[in-house]
């Protein structure tokens, strides 16, 4: 394992900096990238950004907002919170498994007195609370798994910034997203600053590996094609918004690996256009089934015929074809 650096605090270049390595760097090395933003809203990649956003909010208190490469909901970051990238080879069957990718995470977090637990589909939590939440993406065998570490995040801009949909918080059973989280710091043996904070957890999480902390230094050629990334996508409103068309319908339904949003514009009984949003993982991109759902009529007998031989849980995790029927018909 290695580490690298970026230095930054700008979002859209730190999460091309993050893809480009995801992708480009050697695939027979394991890599960490723990990195910091300035206030920023985070999307996944599934979801609709301008119904996720409190949109006058972002605007008046300066944060921006910017789309990632893995599924998964929207989260607030700003310099009091630590995120974390981990890039290494998938074994096996390429899939989404939190687990044991991120006992490294939990066991270094142990060493500052932090005794978290994963818990859920993909949390790290204290006492019940929120600490981390946890996205991954699978590409050409090999896995990108990141998150977010809330060391001292100001948790009073969350619920302004972010646009909760009633059933995530009905689900929990509380009033509030401020109520669902917590930050580490208060609970930490040490009284340390986040930049001393990112600098130990390094250590530790290669003291873990029983490895001593290498960097991997990009070449300047790297550099400049980080930078073609962050120009080109990231810093691009194509990217992070995007264009929506009208829909004449649409529906909404919490499955146990995530939210799911369909919308549909259709004329003269078939599919013109198609879009899906959520908080879902999965191993292939959505847009493969927006096209397949596009120019089919809109009935179920024709749906299911359409949707033969069609994995639905590589788009969406834990979702069958008849989950799927059942929800675009409901």
């Known amino acids: 394992m290695k580490y690298i650096e970026s230095f930054s605090n700008n979002p859209y270049y730190n999460l091309a900096f993050e893809e480009y390595c995801f992708k480009n760097l050697p695939r027979d090395e394991?890599?960490?990238?723990?990195?910091?933003n300035s206030p920023t809203i985070v999307v996944g990649k599934n979801q609709n950004t301008?119904?996720?956003?409190?949109?006058?909010?972002?605007k008046k208190n300066n944060i921006d907002v910017v789309r990632r490469i893995t599924g998964g909901g929207a989260v607030y970051q700003d310099l009091g919170n630590l995120n974390f990238s981990i890039f290494t080879n998938a074994v096996g069957k390429e899939k989404i498994d939190f687990r044991q990718i991120n006992i490294p995470i939990l066991k270094s977090l142990e060493k500052f007195g932090i005794m978290a637990e994963l818990s859920g589909r993909n949390d790290l939590t204290l006492d019940g609370k929120k600490i981390s939440g946890i996205a991954q993406s699978v590409w050409k065998k090999r896995i990108l798994n990141h998150g977010t570490i809330l060391f001292n995040t100001d948790l009073s801009v969350l619920s302004d910034a972010l646009n909760v949909k009633a059933d995530k918080i009905e689900s929990k059973g509380v009033k509030s997203v401020k109520s669902?989280?917590?930050n580490i710091k208060p609970h930490m043996t040490e009284d340390?600053?986040?930049?001393?904070?990112k600098k130990m957890l390094?250590?530790?999480?290669f003291k873990y590996n029983e490895e001593a902390p290498i960097e991997y230094k990009l070449t300047l050629q790297?550099?400049?094609?980080?930078?073609?990334?962050?120009?080109?996508r990231y810093n691009k409103w194509e990217w992070n918004y995007g264009e929506s068309p009208d829909f004449g319908w649409k529906n909404y339904k919490r499955f146990a690996s995530g939210s799911i949003e369909l919308r549909l514009e259709i004329k003269s009984g078939f599919i013109e256009e198609a879009k899906i949003y959520g908080d879902f993982f999965g191993t292939k991109e959505v847009v493969g089934l927006e096209n397949k759902l596009k120019g089919s009529k809109y009935d179920k007998e024709s749906i299911e015929q359409m949707l033969n031989g069609v994995e639905i849980g590589d788009y969406f995790g834990n979702v069958n074809k008849?989950?799927?029927?059942?929800?675009?018909f409901d």
Request: proline fraction near 0%.
């Open 30 to 36: 394991d890599f960490v990238y723990l990195w910091i």
């Open 50 to 58: 301008i119904e996720e956003i409190n949109g006058d909010y972002i």
């Open 180 to 182: 669902r989280v917590t």
């Open 192 to 197: 340390i600053s986040i930049l001393e904070f």
């Open 202 to 205: 390094l250590n530790h999480i």
């Open 222 to 232: 790297q550099l400049k094609e980080i930078q073609a990334l962050y120009e080109n």
């Open 322 to 328: 008849e989950d799927f029927l059942s929800f675009m």
